[in-house]
Every structure is written in C-alpha cells, then in structure tokens.
C-alpha cells in the first residue's frame, strides 16, 4: 500500500448517529495541555496523584468476565493471547463484526477518532487551531458527503456489517470506567460512533496512498511548461534501468536533449532572478532531503505457487510501508465466524481501527497483500474562460459555459471557528490557482459510485480466479493484488475502479473545455492481470508491473524506481523452492545493490589527486557499506554521497541535517523557483549525466563532472563529521526509530511513556527491507492458506494504544530485530463473553 507528493497522515502511514457539524463539549483545548496535569495522570502515585493514576487506568480494557448487550442475539466470545490478540468467535458476520468493533473501540478508539477526523476535515474540533490548514485541505474534497452516499448505496448485507460493528464500537467505548486516557488529558468527549465514520477512516488510507490534491500532474506541469518537449521527456520517464516488470519489459533510455535544445550550465551561470512565490518559499522550508523525497507510501508483495512452494503450497508475503506512529495502524485479529456469504470461515490477518473488515490475510482458501499501485487514477484539468481570458467564475465545458460553485463552510476549534471557501467544477474541486490559470482536479477519490463495501467479500473466496474478479469488482484503494490459494494457485491484479479514457492517462494538465473526459470505469475483464505464471513466481514493490497495455490504461502516477522489486525478482529466482522463513528472509534483505553504482564513484574520485576525503573515509567505504546494517558506517557514507550529487544536479539539499531546499538554488531547481520538490526521475538522469558526461547539462559552478563528484564526496565527509566522529557517523545513528505518539508530540516528556524505544534500525529505501526513522514496513506477513499455523507475522508496536497496557508494545523488538514470530494467536490468557440480551445469565446475575 506511493507518491512523494502526499504527505502521510500524521496520525496512526490509523451507534446512534449524531450531528457531524456538532462539536465535542470542551474543556481544554490540546495547546494548553500542561505538562504538569498529564504527568499527574501518568505518574501521581498518592493522594491526587493516585487518584489521577486510577483514572487513567480506568481507561484499560476490558479482558475478562462478560458483560450484556441490548443488540446482540447470540454470545460472543472474545479470547486474547499473552500479546493481546483477539480470537472473535461469533455466530454471524454481524455478531464478529460487533466484537471486533467493541476491541478497537477498547484498544484504540483515538486513532480512530483521528482517522474519521482527518478525511472529514474535523481535526481542529478535536485539537485545536493548528490543524485548520489540514481541515480545509480535505474539507475541499467534501469526504464525509461521500462517505454517507456510500452508505445509502451499499447492499443490505454489507449495511448490516457495518452497523452491528458501530453499536460494538459504541459499546465499548461506553463499558470502558473511564475515557480513553487522550479525551483525559484533552479535556474533551469522543463523539458516538456511525456507519459513514468507518467509510471516512477508509478514505483517510486513500488520502495516504493517492495524491487527492494532484500534487505530482501540477509540478510536471509546472516543468513543462518551462522546459522543451524532449528535455521534459528527459526528465520525466515511466521507466528505469531498474525496472524488473513482471513481464519482462524494459524500454531504452531517453536521449540526452542537445546543447541547441537546453543548456543547463547556461541556465544555471546566475542565480535565476524570478524568486519563489512566498507561499512556495514557505513550502520549500520544510521540504526534506532527497533521501526522504524518495520515501513513498509503499509496500512489496510476493507469492510463490505450490511447484515451488514448501510442500507443494503456494504462499504469500506482504510488508506494506506507511508512515510509523503509536499505536500502530493495523490491529491484528482472527475472527471464527460465518463470512458475509455465510460460509464459515477462520480469518487471520489484520483490521483497520475504524472498518468491520479484514484488510489482509487468509480466509482459510485464499490469502492476499496489497502494495500501492502507483497508477494515475486521476487527471488535472486546466480552466478555460469563455472567452479566451483568465478564468474567474465561469469556464467552459462541452455542454457550454458553466459556473464555478462556491462552498463555504465554518471550521470549528475549541476556542472559536472559522470560514472556509472553496470552489468545484463538475469535473471536481478547485486545487490550484496560479498565474491566473485555474485547475481541478478528476479524481476517483471525489466520485461516491468508486466506493464500496466489496473488500468485505474477500473473506468469501474460495480460490484465486474468484478472488481476482472480487478484486477488480471492489471500490477501493486502487492496488497491487496479490494471492495465493490452497491448491496452489498465484495471481495478481489492480483492485478498485480504473478510470477508462479517451487515450493515454495524461501526467500533466489536459484541456476538457471541448471534451476527453472519462468514459466510466473499466470492466473487471479490462485490469491487468497475471495468473500462475510458468516460474512460479510474482512480485510487486510499486514499480512498473506490465509494459504498453498496462501504461495505457493504468498510466504512471510515478512508479517506484524499481530497484527494490529487481532484488525480490532475484531473491525469489536464487532458491528453487521457497518456504515461509525464506521469504521472510527477503522482506529482512538490507544488501545494498542499488548503492553498488554509486560506492564504485566514490572510490574512484577518493583515489584522485588531491585527494578529496581521508584515508579513514575511504576504509569504512571498502569495509562496511554493503549492508543497511544499523552498525555500518561505510552504508551511511556512501548514501549521504549519492545524496550530495543529486543535491548538486538537481537542486536540492542533500543531507538530512539540512533538510530544506537552498535558499539560493541551483541546478534544475533553479528552473523551479515556485516547486519546491518535481517527481523527476533523478536517478536515470543522474545515472545518463554521469556516465556520458555532456558539458552543457554540468551546473556552471563545477568545471568538470569529477569536480562536482569530488565536492560532493569533499561534502559528505563535511557533513557526517560536523558533529561527531566519522567513526561515531553508523547508519543506525542516522536511521534510529522515531515511532511516536501524538501525545508526546505535544508534550516531549512523556515519550518515554509514550513512544516505541528508538532502536537503531537497519533498511533503507531502494531494498526489500525499507525503512526510515518513522516509516516502513507497518506490518511483515507471510502465510500459505490452509496452513496458517506456519504463518509469521510483524508489527512495530503493540495491540493496545493505552501505555499501561500490557500489550502496548508487545511484538516491537520482533518488528525491530527480524525475529520470527507466529500469525495465530498463542494459547488464551483472557476471555471476555459478550451476552446477548435475552441469553442465560451469568454468576454475577449479568
């Protein structure tokens, strides 16, 4: 489960219905949260301090006993392991889908409450004035309309799901003795649970996963608009050297544009006088480094079929990569229950807080994981006035001019609201004015006939060929879909509804004022598919998965370099069969070949005269640079290099310790003063300049392309010994976990309470096992259905959200150190019996 232009929720890469445009009743807002009073909560030990410890405890679950409701017919029993996982057992999907809703609720209801209120535009209700710019950021795309025209929408049985699992949510947000310990320290109530909230929570991971403001179509616009054609097509590939499509397509690299087309050393000679707009100017200041641009809202997955799998079985691996926060963002659960077509089923895998849905994992027949697809499901259309001008209210359309509709609306903080405007076109909302051109935004995120329920019948396949049409069939994140079944079969497809065009999907600005728009969706017979390949082998790691057709329909929303998805492809083909613990084994691959190409430069420059770094330099690159490891000084080296080159061709800062653009930029960002970050393609680009040299594209400062390599190699070793030793200067220094709790954001005392142990951790972008300070692999899954019990499973933190819990960070260090751990729950510590309203009483009478 890409795009560098969409920043991640900062929330956890996670009933009756009430007024939506109701706020909570306040009494403190977030910004005056005082550390004395949560510290009182967290650590008081007498008096009133105990007093205050009591309640927060108070807000712990409830693990064992049984407790009645008035909306259940049949018992529910819900048994937890020593990690506090949940074994639901129910009589009908409705009956699971009520105990599931009442463990989230219990476990995690504020990471829900956060993600209803991020898509819904509402988090300024809840934490005050400092979230208005992300309000207004969603409240635009008018999500929780959508969210309730999906619910009217939905068949009977699928309504009926998300009900029964509302009242659970509802229900045990009441049975806890006190508020969840966040409302405590805020000072605020949660608002009842609805059926529309979990269809908002689900938008907020389409929010995580496609750019819903086409931030990536507006800067190559941008670019295009300010360079030649064939120096755009230059830039901007859907391919790479890299690439390790998984049928074999691979397209030649784009010519080097000519001095008489472009010429970036005369471009670059002076500083560019136009200067960024101030808007930009304040977006360019925290903009990150290269390293971090590259970071995507990803994932790999892949799937070996029962000729090559342990025992004749085909088996599935998933790590999806999301942004990392406390509590983590999937809920791991198994329910034993009737599916929604009635079948029983045992389903294992994990659950999104806020959804009755199991998102990924078995169902006993058929297994799948999901990777981001990185398609463009979206197309930017630029404005046109009726008469030839600038557009103010009026543009045109095929059917003739139309008006701009205007929308305002009030956004509420503790402490006061404020107004908020926004325009929509028929085709959607406004996203961008500038220059005096105006453009929306088409996107299947805006459009309510894109969403539905279908996930929920996954857990009804029975094989891979079903599982497949389901997938194409269902309304939701448009992703790599990849599966195996009990008899072996593998397969992959595109999940969600693919817009069908007039011709190719567009990566910059279209005109539609005299047509082109979308012609629906595609039929499930049009998705690309792959099914049982001849090796036995498939894999996806949000690159570029199928050549032409592919393109043609799917079209690149900037694919994933491909680097990562070749060193699985290699994996996978190293073994002549594979079992569980190998394939683990890939997603802990931290070998740096991508790196391979740039170690090789450095080395080569450090060997000229004068030399430009130190003999120690030079050693830890020939010693210790191969491996991601958390201990290797010569990995850093060589990543921090590669970081400098591209900083000094592109433009950008190259180092994470200055993590903002130049102020006085250079390069191809002296071409950009109002974009801060374009999704080119730097590494091609980088890798042609290198490796053919042409003086006219070598920025003006340098005077050959060994002195811009020997700066760079002069500013890494700069850069890692400013502070410290180069000794000191490990890669787990530089990539050591920041895995927080919003709390503690807020109030950085509390983070030894509140976050995970920050842990140096080994990975990077470019391999099997990514990893960044506070993103990567949010779970690790690897199971062959049917034999489940064989299944491994990772997550970096714990079931509960509640820091006194004992399940608040059970399994983390497995996440951290790679240690295999099972998928099923262990033997039962807890049991909690929901009782039905009518049913037999237990001891107590209840």
């Known amino acids: 489960m890409n795009t560098p232009a969409v920043e991640p929720t900062t929330v956890f890469t996670d009933a009756n219905k009430t007024d939506a445009t109701q706020p909570e009743r306040t009494r403190r807002p977030w910004r005056t949260l005082t550390l004395g009073g949560v510290m009182l909560c967290l650590v008081g030990t007498s008096g009133a301090g105990g007093l205050a410890t009591w309640t927060f405890r108070a807000s712990l679950p409830r693990l064992d006993g049984s407790v009645r409701s008035a909306d259940l017919n049949n018992i529910v029993t819900i048994d937890r392991d020593s990690q506090g996982v949940p074994t639901i057992h129910?009589?009908?999907?409705?009956?699971?889908?009520?105990?599931?809703?009442?463990?989230?609720?219990?476990?995690?209801?504020?990471?829900?409450?956060?993600?209803?209120?991020?898509?819904?535009?509402?988090l300024s209700e809840l934490v005050g004035k400092a979230a208005i710019g992300r309000d207004k950021s969603f409240r635009k795309h008018r999500f929780q309309g959508l969210a309730e025209k999906v619910i009217e929408a939905l068949p009977e049985r699928q309504r009926e799901v998300l009900t029964a699992y509302a009242k659970g949510v509802n229900h045990g947000l009441r049975d806890l003795k006190a508020l969840p310990f966040e409302y405590l320290a805020l000072g605020v109530e949660p608002k009842p649970w609805s059926e529309s909230d979990s269809i908002l929570c689900m938008m907020s991971m389409l929010c995580d996963l496609q750019p819903m403001d086409a931030t990536p179509?507006?800067?190559?616009?941008?670019?295009?608009?300010?360079?030649?054609?064939?120096?755009?097509?230059?830039?901007?590939?859907?391919?790479?050297?890299?690439?390790?499509?998984?049928?074999?397509?691979?397209?030649?690299?784009?010519?080097?544009?000519?001095?008489?087309?472009?010429?970036?050393?005369?471009?670059?000679?002076?500083?560019?006088?136009?200067?960024?707009?101030?808007?930009?100017?304040?977006?360019?200041?925290?903009?990150?480094?290269?390293?971090?641009?590259?970071?995507?809202?990803?994932?790999?997955?892949?799937?070996?079929?029962?000729?090559?799998?342990?025992?004749?079985?085909?088996?599935?691996?998933?790590?999806?990569?999301?942004?990392?926060?406390?509590?983590?963002?999937?809920?791991?659960?198994?329910m034993k229950t009737p599916s929604i077509d009635g079948t029983l089923r045992r389903l294992i895998g994990v659950t999104l807080p806020g959804a009755p849905i199991m998102v990924e994992g078995s169902n006993g027949s058929v297994a799948w994981g999901f990777t981001n697809s990185t398609g463009d499901f979206g197309d930017v259309i630029e404005l046109k006035s009726p008469d030839g001008g600038k557009v103010t209210d009026r543009y045109m359309t095929p059917e003739g001019p139309k008006e701009l509709e205007s929308i305002t609306e009030e956004i509420t903080f503790p402490d006061g609201s404020e107004t908020y405007e926004y325009q929509w076109s028929i085709w959607g909302p406004v996203v961008e004015n500038r220059d005096g051109k105006v453009f929306v935004h088409k996107w299947i995120g805006n459009d309510p006939s894109a969403f539905d329920m279908n996930l929920m019948e996954f857990e009804s396949a029975r094989n891979v060929e079903q599982l497949m049409e389901l997938a194409n069939r269902a309304g939701m994140p448009n992703q790599n879909v990849m599966m195996a079944d009990a008899d072996g079969n593998i397969g992959w497809t595109i999940s969600g509804r693919v817009p069908k065009r007039v011709g190719p999907p567009p990566n910059t600005p279209v005109d539609w004022s005299q047509g082109g728009q979308w012609l629906g969706y595609l039929a499930p017979s049009e998705h690309p598919r792959a099914y049982n390949p001849a090796d036995g082998r498939l894999w996806t790691a949000n690159n570029r998965i199928q050549g032409d057709y592919f393109l043609s329909v799917i079209g690149d929303g900037r694919y994933d370099l491909g680097a990562r998805a070749r060193q699985i492809r290699d994996r996978l083909y190293e073994k002549e069969s594979h079992d569980e613990e190998s394939l683990l084994a890939i997603q802990l691959d931290d070998e740096a070949k991508f790196l391979r190409p740039w170690k090789e430069r450095l080395l080569t420059i450090a060997d000229r005269s004068p030399q430009p770094v130190s003999s120690e330099l030079v050693r830890f690159v020939k010693t210790s640079s191969d491996h991601a490891t958390a201990d290797a000084v010569g990995y850093r080296i060589v990543h921090e290099f590669r970081a400098q080159v591209i900083s000094r061709i592109f433009g950008t800062s190259g180092s994470r310790r200055d993590a903002k653009r130049s102020s006085d930029p250079r390069g191809l960002a002296s071409l950009l003063p109002d974009k801060p970050y374009v999704a080119m393609s730097f590494e091609d680009v980088a890798e042609q300049l290198l490796t053919e040299r042409p003086m006219?594209?070598?920025?003006?400062?340098?005077?050959?392309?060994?002195?811009?390599?020997?700066?760079?190699?002069?500013?890494?070793?700069?850069?890692?010994?400013?502070?410290?030793?180069?000794?000191?200067?490990?890669?787990?220094?530089?990539?050591?976990?920041?895995?927080?709790?919003?709390?503690?954001?807020?109030?950085?005392?509390?983070?030894?309470?509140?976050?995970?142990?920050?842990?140096?951790?080994?990975?990077?972008?470019?391999?099997?096992?990514?990893?960044?300070?506070?993103?990567?692999?949010?779970?690790?899954?690897?199971?062959?259905?049917?034999?489940?019990?064989?299944?491994?499973?990772?997550?970096?933190?714990?079931?509960?959200?509640?820091?006194?819990?004992?399940?608040?960070?059970?399994?983390?260090?497995?996440?951290?150190?790679?240690?295999?751990?099972?998928?099923?729950?262990?033997?039962?510590?807890?049991?909690?019996?929901?009782?039905?309203?009518?049913?037999?009483?237990?001891?107590?009478?209840?």
């Open 217 to 334: 179509e507006l800067g190559l616009g941008y670019l295009k608009e300010r360079v030649p054609a064939d120096v755009y097509e230059f830039l901007v590939r859907p391919a790479s050297q890299w690439d390790a499509a998984l049928d074999g397509s691979m397209y030649p690299p784009v010519p080097i544009p000519p001095e008489s087309s472009f010429s970036l050393r005369k471009a670059t000679e002076e500083p560019q006088k136009q200067e960024p707009s101030p808007e930009a100017a304040k977006t360019a200041q925290a903009s990150l480094p290269i390293h971090d641009l590259e970071f995507r809202v990803g994932s790999n997955n892949w799937a070996v079929a029962g000729k090559i799998g342990r025992d004749g079985k085909a088996i599935v691996a998933s790590d999806m990569h999301l942004g990392l926060n406390v509590p983590t963002i999937w809920y791991r659960a198994m």
């Open 90 to 122: 129910g009589s009908l999907r409705t009956d699971t889908a009520y105990g599931l809703g009442f463990v989230h609720a219990q476990d995690r209801f504020f990471q829900m409450d956060i993600l209803r209120r991020n898509s819904g535009g509402r």
């Open 696 to 846: 006219h594209w070598l920025p003006a400062e340098f005077a050959t392309w060994d002195a811009l390599l020997a700066d760079a190699a002069k500013g890494t070793e700069e850069t890692l010994t400013k502070d410290q030793p180069l000794s000191e200067a490990r890669w787990g220094v530089r990539n050591r976990a920041v895995i927080r709790h919003p709390l503690a954001a807020a109030v950085p005392a509390l983070s030894q309470v509140l976050n995970m142990t920050g842990y140096e951790l080994a990975g990077d972008n470019h391999m099997p096992r990514v990893q960044g300070p506070s993103n990567g692999a949010s779970e690790r899954l690897v199971v062959s259905p049917g034999q489940e019990e064989l299944g491994i499973y990772h997550q970096p933190g714990g079931q509960s959200g509640h820091p006194f819990s004992p399940f608040f960070s059970k399994g983390y260090e497995d996440w951290v150190f790679g240690n295999p751990s099972p998928l099923l729950p262990g033997k039962t510590k807890h049991q909690l019996l929901l009782l039905a309203k009518n049913g037999p009483k237990n001891e107590s009478g209840n």
